[in-house]
């Protein structure tokens, strides 16, 4: 591709030219047959509107807020792993586009860069994902690290009790990642016999025991802001605000866990997970995002924000660091924008459900 993309999409290429196979795959795969992986941007397209004319839209604000940060748009960066596989500046980079991008950085405990560079690197409101490994002492001392460095939130990753089988990364004898952060903790080191090495590594370290009452331990030792992220059932966001979390993300990781689990944007709201929380605490969603037409979707069915996974890596992995992960976001920004103002909507708390049509609505109007 000669010209510069015009899309989000068009970075993917772009990506998939500049790396190595075996990173590209890691990056794009999802668990199993990806049945998950497509249904995530499918189920989007299925989605239309019902745009309102005639009000005045000569100014457009897309800012909001989240647990009190205001940003430029409902737009964060998702955690995603390993960010220096695509570029040698990693998260550094991200997060420097996030600043300029006035926006959430969410850093993925498993980056190849440390907290402290990131902290350092740029001003970006910044949340830390965490994973919680057997040795409960690592997650202690790094959401300590985080909160140290100014990390505002904790987003626990909880639909991680194992890896999602990923045949590619199988096929590939995936690496398992680098991790600085736990440099002198703990050791990354691992084995595996053939297949992928980050899956052993990950099936040794992960706790599969974690439980909602490991919410309460976690809550004893950082007193950020506690958000779930993987919750897909109305059952488990209520149990979320039960326990007493600050948030919760409606998230299938990208389907790369357990394939032929729903598309995160059919269940936002036909699960009625928003319903359940009842606006108590903070809905926020990824999976699939690729247009802005995406993120006002979601907005409509009831998220506060969404988070961007794949798109960042590939703007970062196109050879072109912190300005590609800028160009990005500000696609997706100037789409959503584009797209309030084509539906009559002049700020994003006027986006409402009236403004999106789903398929179940299409078709029980012609029964
Ligand atoms: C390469 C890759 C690495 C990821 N690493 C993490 C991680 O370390 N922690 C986490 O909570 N989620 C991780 N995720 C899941 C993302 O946070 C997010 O849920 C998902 O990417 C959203 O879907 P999208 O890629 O379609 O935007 C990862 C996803 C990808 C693609
Ligand atoms: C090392 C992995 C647990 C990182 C991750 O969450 C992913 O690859 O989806």
Known sequence: MATEPVNVSEFQELARLALPKMYYDYYSGGAEDQQ?????VEAFRRITFWPRILIDVNRVDLSTSILGYNISAPIIVAPTGSHQLAHPQGEVATAKAAATCNTIMVLSFTSSCTIEEVATSCNAVR???????????????????????????????????????READKKNKMIAPQLKNLEGLF??????DGGSILEAYVNETMDPSLSWKDIEWLRSVTKLPILIKGVLTRADAVKAVQVGVDGIIVSNHGARQLDYSPATISVLEEVTVVHAVEGRVPVLMDGGIRRGTDVFKALALGAQAVLVGRPVIYGLAANKGEYGVRRVLEMLKDEFELTMALSGCSSVKDITRRHVRTEHERLLSMM
Request: aromatic fraction near 10%.
């Open 36 to 40: 998950t992986l497509r249904e995530n």
């Open 187 to 192: 050791s990354t080191k691992a084995t595996s």
């Open 127 to 165: 949340f830390y994902q965490l994973y919680i490994y057997k040795r409960r002492d690592i997650a202690a001392t790094l959401v300590q690290r985080a909160e140290k460095n100014g990390f505002k939130a904790i987003i626990l990753t909880a639909d991680t009790p194992r890896l999602g089988r």
